[in-house]
């Protein structure tokens, strides 16, 4: 079933419409340093001004675990949203509070306001349901309808992406359906070869994907953090860097099974092992055999892929058709162990088909390495939520308007 679209509202002019947007932003010293997601909510907040609604934005930023927290507050996105808006949003200092209901009851047709950090309070993301069903009133009572547009926490069951949608009419924004259809081509009938590149540092999470992944691919690329778990299950000796000593097994597991379905399973060749974990660490390139046989023996840690594997990945994408790529291949926030990110990065502006890059920290990558969003086929804004997606797992963000894949 399809999803339900801004067009299914009517006519919006002077409704107030709640907006769920995924205003997630990673924040250094109050200040955006990526504003990819806010500018990813543009054309569903621009659709709706220019049709004279009365906006409700609201998201959630960070984990504020349930109380307000000046460091998770939304107001320097409000400005960034205005200077992209090209005017005035007002900001309610706190979220269902006297603040927002004052602020939105003094909006205007075509104005609109940001309402404080949806997690300053403990019913968003409550696992008991009544008490997330009594925040979703609350919120409720801000608007008369509900555009879902933070495709980030489509996974979530949480009241402003779950709840709410079930209490008012709702529908989805522009960047939720643009995702969605970006994530079924990958899902249904890609183009191949398809090859699905993963790393980043959330390993755990990330190994499951790789079952659900596994009949679906032709090629498979271990980076980042989670490539030490591979190389620690395929015998060798891996220093301090990242691993996750209870899933060797899971590991070994996933290694016969790609082997047993003919998917390539392309494991990096070698890595850069640094001294420690900071910007001007000493570091040196070593064999995926001799990682501990570096000067730092036993303590070091590999932050990035080798220049070797670098180069075969590139090759691998730049040869498929179909492209996913979730999670940095080395911690590129620190400039020596960013290469191996940039390197695939480069490789996916090169395809031939359909390149998706998903995932917070991957998306804020390639910007900061200088990559353009339009040199890609498209840039997810949700790492966890696309990834779910592409398992084929049941989404109750998406379900609640309308969705079944
Ligand atoms: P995304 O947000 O794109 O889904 P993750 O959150 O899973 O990605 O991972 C991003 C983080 O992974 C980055 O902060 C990066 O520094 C870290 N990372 C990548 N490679 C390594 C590594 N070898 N060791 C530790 N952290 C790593
Ligand atoms: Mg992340």
């Known amino acids: 079933m399809a999803l339900r679209t801004l067009d ?6 002077g409704t107030r419409v709640i907006v769920r947007c995924d205003f997630n932003v990673p924040l250094k010293d109050g200040v955006i340093t990526d504003d990819g997601r806010v500018r990813a909510a543009l054309p569903t907040l621009t659709r709706l001004l ?10 959630h930023l960070g984990r504020p675990d349930g109380a307000p927290n000046p460091k998770y507050s939304l107001a320097p996105v409000a400005e960034r949203l ?10 309610a200092t706190d979220t269902v509070g006297p603040s927002a209901q004052e602020t939105v009851a003094a909006l205007g047709d075509g104005e609109i306001a940001v309402v404080e950090n949806l ?15 009594a925040f979703a009133r609350e919120l409720a009572g801000l608007g008369d309808v509900l555009v879902s547009d933070g495709f980030g926490v489509v996974h979530r069951k949480q009241a402003s992406v779950y709840d709410l949608a079930e209490l008012v009419p709702s529908a989805a924004g522009l960047l939720i359906e643009k995702e969605v259809d970006v994530l079924d081509r990958l899902t249904e009938n890609p183009e191949r070869p398809y090859a699905v590149v993963l790393g980043g540092s959330k390993v755990s999470d990330k190994l499951g994907v790789i079952e659900h992944l596994l009949p679906r691919v032709d090629k498979l690329l271990v980076g980042g ?9 395929d015998g060798h000796k891996i220093g301090k860097s990242l691993l996750e000593a209870d899933q ?57 892929i080798g220049p070797r594997t670098a180069e075969t990945f590139a090759d691998v994408i730049r040869s498929s058709r179909t492209v996913f790529w979730n999670g940095p291949m080395g911690v590129f926030e620190l400039a020596p162990f960013a290469a191996g990110t940039k390197a695939v990065a480069q490789a996916l502006t090169d395809v031939d088909g359909l390149s998706v890059v998903g995932g917070g ?7 900061q390495l200088g990559f353009a969003d339009d040199e890609f086929g498209h840039i997810s804004t949700g790492g966890g939520a696309s990834l779910e997606f592409l398992e084929g797992k049941k989404l109750p963000g998406l379900e609640v308007l309308g969705w079944s894949q």
């Open 248 to 304: 060797i097994e899971t590991v070994k597991g996933y290694v016969r099974e790609a082997a047993e379905r003919g998917v390539q399973l392309v494991l990096p060749v070698d890595a850069v092992m640094a001294a420690s974990f900071s910007e001007d660490a000493e570091h040196v390139v070593a064999g995926a055999a001799q990682l501990e046989d570096t000067e730092f023996g036993a303590d070091g840690i590999g932050l990035d």
């Open 82 to 91: 205005s200077e992209l808006l090209g005017k005035p949003v007002a900001f």
């Open 361 to 367: 920290d991957s998306a804020a990558a390639v910007r």
């Open 50 to 59: 220019e049709q004279g609604a009365r906006v409700v934005a609201c998201s």
């Open 8 to 13: 299914s509202l009517g006519p919006l002019a």
């Open 119 to 133: 997690r300053f309070n403990p019913g968003e993301t409550a696992k008991d349901e009544g008490e997330r069903q």
């Open 225 to 233: 953090g989670m490539m030490f778990t591979f190389l620690a299950a």
